[in-house]
């Protein structure tokens, strides 16, 4: 009898630690830490969210690509986001001004702005003066969006005044209907050309005028918000950092 009653409580004790590591395996897989980042960070951001998971078994990243300006306005309507990262300080400005920053921002990337042409340039575009001759069709990012500010910072630097054919929510928007071959020129970032196929960038120096610097924080109220700042601790560290640099980014 007294063996019996040891198997029993041996098994018992099984199961009952069985039950736990499946408790515990369940809950694991249910953390997902949603980030929100500028459209031009999409590429660096899926690698480094791969990197992420894989340091941390049972966690998901999910990301929402959009500009900047759009990102923040869904997340003061409530959207549900553990990170907010940038593409400018002036919407991450609005975020810390409806008090909705879970940490002090953190600046990890800077870019700039480079014309970006069909391959061959067939339009034969050269700087940036070029791009207001009446017979070509630009696509600039819209003022509100960052790449479409610093479009507005470098027509006053060079005193010009472009006429696009339309305005766009994002700059890799305005990168597709380059590649797509809806418009002649487009200006986007030195990163978005970096990484697109079938595109051309030609350098301009009034681009100098335009830096953009990247900011990252959690967002306030996150349930994550301890996943939030491994995140961006990977993000601002030498890993981060070297992931950004091959995709163009500059240090901020």
């Known amino acids: 009898m007294r063996a019996v009653s040891r198997l029993g409580a ?29 459209a031009s960070l999409q590429e660096p951001f899926e690698e480094l969210g791969e990197r992420f998971e894989a340091a941390h078994d049972g966690v998901a990243v999910q990301f929402s690509f959009a500009g900047s300006s759009t990102l923040v ?19 991450m400005d609005k975020l810390t001004g409806a008090d909705l ?13 480079m014309i970006a ?12 003066a070029s791009l207001t001759e009446d017979r070509l069709d630009l696509v600039v990012c819209a003022p509100e ?22 305005e766009e929510q994002s700059v890799t928007d ?11 020129a487009g200006l986007v970032y ?17 681009s100098d005028s335009a830096v953009n610097t ?12 301890a996943l939030g700042d491994e995140f961006i601790d990977l993000v601002t560290g030498t890993a981060g950092q070297e992931v950004l640099a091959e995709y163009g980014f500059a240090e901020a």
Do not use: M, W
């Open 190 to 206: 030195v990163t978005d050309v970096r990484t697109a196929d079938e595109v051309e960038g030609i350098a301009f120096p009034e």
């Open 10 to 38: 041996a098994t018992a004790a099984l199961t009952l630690a069985l039950g736990v590591a499946g408790c515990s395996g369940s809950s694991a897989s249910s953390d997902t830490l949603v980030v929100y980042a500028a």
């Open 117 to 128: 042409v069909p391959a061959g340039n067939p339009a034969g575009v050269t700087d940036l």
């Open 101 to 113: 920053q879970g940490a002090e921002p953190v600046d990890f990337a800077t870019n700039t702005l």
């Open 214 to 225: 990247y900011p990252i924080t959690t967002v306030a109220g996150s349930e994550n918000a």
């Open 145 to 166: 969006v960052p790449c479409g500010s610093a479009t507005e910072t470098v027509e006053h630097t060079a005193g010009i005044e472009l006429s696009p054919v339309s």
């Open 174 to 184: 305005v990168l597709g209907k380059v590649t797509s071959g809806q418009a002649d």
């Open 73 to 91: 306005a869904q997340i003061r309507e409530g959207a549900p986001a553990d990170v907010f990262a940038s593409a400018d300080t002036q919407n």
